[in-house]
């Protein structure tokens, strides 16, 4: 069950990724044509950046050494 979890968080994470990255090639592509979406494009690459050290962290923390409750140094 806690596989299954993961995987669906794991595709939920990659669908948020391609939704993400396909609002921002589309804000590219109305800049192109001279519409004014600078600030939606600043915006939006901001939440993804954000969003990617997000997913990064959690990646980190949910690999093989993740059930080894991880410690403070010095305190264990």
């Known amino acids: ?5 993961r995987l669906e ?3 939920a ?5 391609i939704r993400r990255t396909g609002d ?3 804000y590219i592509e109305l800049a192109r044509e ?3 979406v600078l ?6 690459i901001k939440a993804l950046a954000v969003f990617c050290e997000e997913l990064e962290a959690r990646t980190m923390l949910n690999g093989e050494a993740d059930p080894l409750n991880a410690r403070e140094p010095g305190l264990g």
């Open 1 to 5: 069950m806690r596989d299954k979890k």
């Open 9 to 11: 968080v794991m595709v």
């Open 13 to 17: 994470d990659d669908e948020a990724l």
């Open 24 to 26: 921002i090639e589309a």
């Open 34 to 36: 001279g519409e004014d």
């Open 39 to 44: 600030a939606d494009l600043e915006r939006d």
